[in-house]
């Protein structure tokens, strides 16, 4: 659907809705989000807004830029306000114990957005709606063997270090690694999701690795690092998508956008609508009682050149 087709469909929602049971019935959601480091990241929360709207909901947005302490201050401060459910995008993984356990006791249901976390007790939150990201870098790696026959020499632009989907994505493709020994991993480190470190970063590689001659790919945790990165193999001389090989993880408009121009040859497609999944799962439960999967799975999907002008149109007003 596109954009505009989503707004309308959002207000007709809306304008079907009789007022008053609307305003008894509200829910209100606090949603902590990470931030705005990256493409997707905005396009999520753009979402959110849309499908909160959609639904009549009251979704109040904290963002944390980029710091777990303002996640859990904001949670706190959730509890506080006696909302009825708070959504998370955890920043990383660990150091969500005592909080959740805060929101658990305060009979607050808790549901992750796009990013898991590591906990003994997962009772501490309802479910989560995120992607299987180990085979978003298997998928990403895949695609690597077939375009280069398995022998390639690959620099890796690493997510935020702790952060699941960095952890996971990094998992996903050494695994392709370790069944490929002609394929090897030359340098690795974390762009921090960003396009500036990501251009930042592969700028030091290519320096490291003969003005990137030894380079035959770059493989990005997202798009926002793999268009910094581009940029940096622009200004080295050489072309990226031909002399170093470009693939990365999200699907936002400006990697389709670069493929169009022969300058990336994949990406593996995030969804950004997390949210709407989450408040299905929410409403059913406090509605009906029902209980969600632990785990609500997104559909990944790996797309190259060949329909990147369509893409970039379809996506371009939705980000
Ligand atoms: O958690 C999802 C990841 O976070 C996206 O791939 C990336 O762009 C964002 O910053």
């Known amino acids: 659907m596109t954009f505009h087709r989503i707004v309308a469909a959002a207000a007709l929602a809306v304008a079907t809705v009789t007022a008053p049971a609307l305003a008894a019935d509200k829910l209100v959601v606090g949603f902590s989000q990470i931030g705005s480091e990256s493409g997707w990241r905005a396009a999520e929360t753009k979402v959110a807004k849309m499908e909160a709207e959609k639904r009549g909901i009251d979704l109040r947005i904290s963002d944390a830029q980029q710091k777990e302490e303002n996640q859990i201050k904001a949670v706190r401060s959730f509890i506080a306000q006696g909302v009825d459910a708070i959504f998370i995008a955890p920043v990383v993984a660990t150091g969500w114990e005592s909080v959740l356990k805060e929101a658990k006791d305060a009979k607050i249901p808790v549901i992750l957005l796009d990013r898991g976390i590591d906990v003994k007790d997962d009772s501490l939150y309802l479910t989560v709606v995120r992607s299987d990201a180990v085979y978003e870098g298997q998928a990403a790696g895949d695609w690597l063997v077939k375009a280069t026959k398995g022998k390639c020499n690959v620099v890796e632009l690493q997510g935020t270090v702790g952060a699941s989907v960095a952890i996971d994505r990094k998992k996903g493709f050494d695994k392709v690694v370790a069944e490929n020994p002609q394929m090897k991993i030359i340098r690795t480190q974390s762009g921090d999701f960003t396009r500036a470190k990501g251009k930042e970063v592969m700028e030091s590689f290519i320096k490291a690795e003969n003005g990137g001659k030894n380079i035959c790919a770059m493989y990005a945790h997202n798009d926002d690092m793999a268009i910094g990165g ?16 470009v693939v990365s993880i999200d699907g936002v408009p400006d990697i389709f956008n670069a493929m169009a121009e022969g300058e990336a040859n994949a990406t593996v497609e995030l969804t950004p609508n997390m949210a709407g999944p989450a408040f299905d799962a929410l409403v059913a439960f406090k509605t009906g009682g029902k209980v969600p999967p632990k785990w609500i799975k997104t ?16 996506r371009k007003d939705l980000y």
């Open 230 to 245: 581009i940029q940096a193999i622009k200004e080295s001389g050489l072309k990226p998508g031909k002399d170093i090989l």
């Open 299 to 314: 559909e990944t999907k790996l797309y190259q050149p060949d329909v990147a002008k369509s893409e970039y149109q379809r």
